[in-house]
């Protein structure tokens, strides 16, 4: 979850901010009613404010949230903002928004469910000829050099083989793993062009992320991954884009090759990249052909054989999967038909450990419990 | 929740692998039952293997301990582990286990609940005569100045001054905030002497960590904040260090000092440090004095200002709260009495959709959140 820090890092980033603060000067109109969708620490809430809007509602189930009206407060806007500490589904407001405006991109546009978030935000709570900030993400894809990166990668098995144990499924593992370059991808990296291969319609419906491209070299070198970022429109020609070079608050996104390829003039790289909606379950097949039509490689990678499973894991995870309650699920199924706002959190893990068959665990245990199912599930 | 390269970069770690290593050969004999809590990829049950253990019983709730059993036929170690995907709470073994083996910390060992998991698996799980690793940690702390972690903390509060916001309670907020050095303090970062201020013994009773020290300059500078680090007693002589300095996959842990101080030769430094069992409410207060007796400088200060909040989220925190089922609560309750082993997931998802009170989600949203509860509380 984001601490305060992180958010501020976020409201840091220039260049992030002044597309969103441009797009709130441009959208908000005196009288204005906006909505901030994971509105964390509210910079953008507060913005909105100062551009006239009669009224903020400012929506996160990330605590920092209760930050805002202190803030408010330190800058002369009481009275005009509205906190809902919850997610977007729970909320109901009593007025459309005017203007909804949001950030819920991680590295990558697809993290958490938000597609899911804006789509229905628009369709419940946004006036019908509302505007919704950011309009559009698009997705792009090259082919990258960096030791370093690479370095990073092998370290994650260095430990088994340094103590003389076979380690092939870590290393497969990792190499099937997704994730963040941390700012170590630059520029110079590129071992390819790039190419857009999805674009993302904020509020509108969907189908799965993905896209086939050719790339070409632009130089020789050892091709360590696949590089992915985004160009982001938040309103009209307002946007920007988080490609290796620049220096934003958003990393690249690393998707690496399972192994090393030396990539030459005249090759071509061919790329099928495939996302979920929930930015879960990555797919990418690279094939590499020299100039005269010779197969260098192809892998089909994925995430699946990123995350260790086993074959009841799978099952429990499928949707046709038939659950029974685990231990841990009939004591939540009993602390939650306990709460009746009579009963306290204390007085409920009480009565659990009191139950025949709740097992003999640490009284601050079960207390922990309770109070986890309360702050999920209570109100 | 770690992946499988948080994993490898653990195992890589040659100080911590060394020490965990030659405990385990020095305590593993052969025919022992070995019980690895926290196994995550399992590099510790794999030596204990091989140091003869007669059965190695691996628990984690992370589903990289899927990826043991591979990791085992690779290196010829099948047979002999049991894997547990759940927590050591749920655990029951055949056996007690004559070694134990843990690494549960963080940056700062009071991370999560595991001085509570190792008390309990100590008096269920291991044998009268049994051995426990780790047998202790001590903490210690120093004041530093570091002018790169300070710049880091302002980046908090700088995107709201830059854009003419008054930001007093982000700064706030950020500096009662304890967080990861993620390496950026040096030995040479340390401004006073440094002092041990509270002990470990695992799998002992023991009250919240708290402890007194006075700390004198080492050399004149500005003090940032407060640095704490561990030192291990692994097994008997093994053991290692997280000072500043040392470069192991440990970061220091900061608590931040809510303003710079100049520090001077003749000064003395007084602090008074508390933590809770699970590491989450940490309270430090800072005296600072000249050779003469003057006060310079005191502060109180507490994570509890760190994490906004408002009352009502306060209330529903504490132990005294009677909570009611939020609309969430009441789906979740709905779904884990018709979690009977006869309906799927998909059914379970649809009946709640088709409750006259359940409110009009995405059939997307409705299917995660019925998943989300067969993971942590199905089977």
């Known amino acids: 979850m984001y601490s305060v820090l992180n958010y501020g890092h976020m409201a840091a980033d220039g260049v992030r901010m002044d597309a969103y603060a441009r797009a709130i000067e441009r959208a908000v109109k005196p009288g204005s009613v906006v909505l901030d969708i994971g509105a964390g620490t509210g910079i953008l809430t507060l913005l909105a404010v100062r551009a006239g809007a009669r009224r903020v509602h400012a929506v996160d189930p990330n605590p920092a949230v209760w930050l805002i009206p202190e803030l408010a407060r330190e800058n002369g806007f009481e009275g005009r903002i509205e906190i809902h500490h919850t997610t977007s589904y729970e909320l109901t407001l009593p007025e459309k928004a005017d203007v909804i405006v949001s950030d819920l991109r991680g590295s990558v546009p697809t993290h958490g469910d938000h597609f899911a978030v804006l789509r229905d935000a628009k369709a419940r709570l946004l006036a019908p000829n509302g505007t919704l900030i950011p309009e559009r993400d698009e997705l792009f894809v090259s082919v990258f050099e960096n030791e370093e990166m690479a370095g990073w990668l092998a370290r994650g098995s260095a430990g088994f083989e340094r103590r003389g144990l076979a380690s092939e499924s870590i290393r497969r593992s990792i ?205």
Chains 1, 2 share one sequence.
């Open 175 to 379: 190499l099937n793993t997704p994730l963040a370059d941390g700012g170590r991808l630059r520029a110079s990296d590129l071992l390819t062009t790039s190419a857009p291969w999805a674009k993302i319609e904020y509020g509108a419906e969907h189908a799965p992320l993905e896209g086939e491209v050719v790339l070409a070299p632009r130089r020789r070198g050892t091709a360590h991954g696949l590089a992915i970022w985004f160009a982001a429109t938040i309103l009209g020609d307002l946007g920007f884009t988080t490609e290796p070079g620049t220096s934003m608050v958003y990393s690249r996104f690393v998707l690496p090759l399972v192994e090393p390829v030396e990539i030459d003039h005249g090759d071509r790289v061919r790329l099928l990249l495939r996302v979920d909606d929930q930015g879960q379950r990555w797919a990418w097949e690279t094939t590499i052909t020299t100039e005269g039509g010779d197969v260098k490689m192809r892998a089909r990678q994925s995430s699946f054989f990123g995350m260790p499973t086993s074959p009841e894991a799978l099952l429990r995870g499928s949707s046709s999967f038939t659950p029974l309650p685990s231990p841990l699920g009939e004591r939540a199924k009993r602390a939650l038909s306990m709460m009746n706002g009579e009963r306290s959190i204390a007085e409920i893990a009480t009565e659990l450990a009191a139950l025949p068959d709740t097992p003999d665990l640490p009284a601050a245990t079960l207390l922990e419990e309770v109070r986890d199912l309360a702050a999920r599930y209570g109100r």
